[in-house]
């Protein structure tokens, strides 16, 4: 009996996603068994894709089994990838599809990273969408939501989707694994347009400057000039500890994240609503994240139907300094974007001095001042973004200065 | 069946010009077709043929039946206020084949996946074929081309037209009621199959030559009210049980949880909102599915804020309907058929909870109807293609999938808009052209995907007022390519056979469409 290779999920109960068996064999040529919820419209141009994929990953025979239950073209390539991977597991050739326009544009150090919404990184029909619910930032996770058998498949999911998918000018983060695994997932990510790297459960800046060194070496060899920037989650007692360290481990290190359901566990305790217990932890991560010049970004909010709860929590974590929070559900953004979104007084003072600040600059003048005041350089960046924060979140007019000059 | 003449519609559609042996117009266009004539007149009667006290029971359906005098051929007509709970459907044509009846004619409001069990009527021979909306299995028998005659789908108020205009004779009608007297006064108030209202059986109770009123909760006279009169009413008849009450009405309606759907949901009501449709005295309909019922929900909370009260709603009643009208949002509730207990309590217990009928909210052929009152009305579609044209009965695939419901007369408000998505799996929702043509483009607004909002260029009222609100409004041609590049690719048009399955009214009878038989 000759090997098989299967990938991907089947049945009823399976929506947007397909399964693929190849069994390779020593000559005939390509045999194709497609049974496709989408056959009549789309039939023609699976067997062309399966076709396309088993010649860009060199094999010329085979038979191939199809499950569809309406999959995209991306989700096809990287299930076809798996399988055919797992019964041949030398090989080395890619199935890549062509990357989208729309995936090249790049990221900055400073931008909002309000909100960002966890994607599980085998389950693209979550990613499709995800975009156009206006999240700062995506996660497509290979961590802990991709069962451990699964792993595989994920990465090429995952890099599909950052070839091919519109995110709608969300930031494109990839959560990899615990290292030393999630070392190796880079090769399937810094290629192919990924803006920054969450990495998961880190206690020592090493793990933070080997995961640079990797990423700096693969993009030497891919020739990829874009900046790739980084997060490692603490979510430990050691790694709260050595927040700081960690935080300024690398200059890629543009923000530094909390992870509660692992800390609370590892302190001994269970994570509670208040969240008395890990009141140290998050001001912790907070001050090693501004001591580093980085972002601080707390944790997820778990129970997805509390939307009150939700906005106690996001405006709890503004207050202790965080500039964001983690979200397992589209729904959470909005109320994220308003929880941190600044209030009216905030938006009122930013207001003048942003105007105080652009007349001076008009002026030539090196100082800023309001009134009898000086304005120091860093309460004028914050004020600017102040009112950035306060445009897109819908309270302020982007003609804010001719309606409000008069504040000025 | 040979292949019937084929002409060309005002539409473009090759349709049939006999269905069934009858002639059939082409569509001629939205407001074209005038009828001429008299409506059709039920047979007269005489109280010399009814008792004097009253009492109309007879022991069971198949004496109902026999008595009213079944035969090969007749058509028998049934309705769906219990959903996919109903049992009296098939009751009827079980109690047909031991009577040895064939080629029944079953002329039902709508059709749901538990009347499944006719498909084995119309292999034995007991049911010719269906005029009615298929779904499930009915839609794929028909489908596939193994109905012997050729199914016609029309709208709640096409119905109604069709029997008033006498398009359709009905031999045989059986009303199933949830509480019903010995004279045949029905309603759907209570009993254990309580499902609210029984207007689609109106004209059936007014036209057809027997009544026959089903229930399981027979009380003494009088039945108040009389939602049917049992002066209209041959025979009744008890059943155990008339129907699954499980699957009549739901207990609780869920909303729903899909984030794009909400999406979807909360850009219409912004939309309604934002182009000043929402304002005081206003009105509008929104049905049971998903989208709409969480629409209402958003639209209900902007209300609020802005304290602003409808004249009235028109329902699919559920909760949240209900909600609006005990709060005080809503004057009215002008109610076609409730969707769960809440929506069955209200219309029991509150008088501004108002049952209509297909005669009053959709009859075409009447002097008006409330349709074209409404300042907008929210609902689904299978597919809509580039010139607003939708399509609500076949998959596109080319299979029956879906009834028309009150669907094409609900095009008829001042602002028609689908809220769908842009995509089912892979299969893009907007194309070049439908499938099949149930609802002419010149009727619809505005059409809203999770990706955008496209207004139809004929209303540059519409796209004026909601200028510079937020919006995302974009043309229906952009979200188009976006799709197709998305879901790789312009699906191949279905491959169809020639032999035409089912036939497409329009709200005045004429022909807008035709469905073909699909390739197995």
Redesign the interface.
Known sequence: MSAIGQAGRRGDRV??DCWIAVSPRESGGITISLKS??E???G??IRKLIKDGLEALGVGHADVEVED?????FVIAARLEAAVKRVLPDTAAEFLPEA?SFTKSGTTRDRFRRSRLYLPGDQSKLM??AG??GPDAIILDLEDSVAPGEKDTARFIVRNALRTV?FFGAERMVRINQLPAGLDDLDYLVPHNVHLILIPKVESPEQVVAVDARIQELKAEHGVDADIYLMPIVESALGCWRAYEIAAASPSVVALAIGLEDYTADIGTERTNEGRESFWARAQVVNGARAAGVQAIDTVFSDVTDMEGLMESVLEAKSLGFDGKGCI???QIEVVHRGFAPKEKEIDKARRIVLAFEKAEAEGLGVVSLGSKMIDPPVVKRALRTVDMAMRA?LLPEDWREGGADNA | MPSPEMKKNAAGRMVPVEINGQTAVPYQGVGKHRPTGNRTAPRIATSIDYPESGNKVVPDLKTALKEAGIRDGMTISTHHHLRNGDFVANAIFDAAAELGIKDLMWFPSASFPCHAPIIEHMKNGVVHHIEGSMNGPLGAYCSEGKMRGMGVLRSHGGRYQAVQDGDVHIDIAVIAAPTADPFGNAHGLTGPAACGLLGFALADSQYADRVIVVTDNLIEFPCIPWQIQGNYVDFVTTMDAIGDASKIVSGTTQITKSPDRLRIAEMTARFVKEAGIMRDGFSFQGGAGGTSLSFAIYLMEMMREAGIKARFVRGGSTKYLTAMLEEGLTDYILDGQTFDLDGVRSMRENPSHVNTSPFTSYNWHGKGNFASMLDCVVLGATEVDVNFNANVVTHSDGRLLHGIGGWQNCLFSKCTILPIPAFRDRIPVIVDEVTTLVGPGELIDVIVTERGIAINPLREDLLASVHGKGLPIRTIQEMKAEIDDLVGGTPKPPELEEKVVAAIKWVDGTVIDCVRQVKV
Do not use: I, Q, T
């Not at chain 1, 239950?69 to 073209?73: S, T, V």
């Open positions: 929506r947007s919820k989408v009549s419209m789309y023609d141009s239950a309406g999959a995209l073209p989208k499709l969408n156009l619910h519109d559900h589209p729904r819908g």
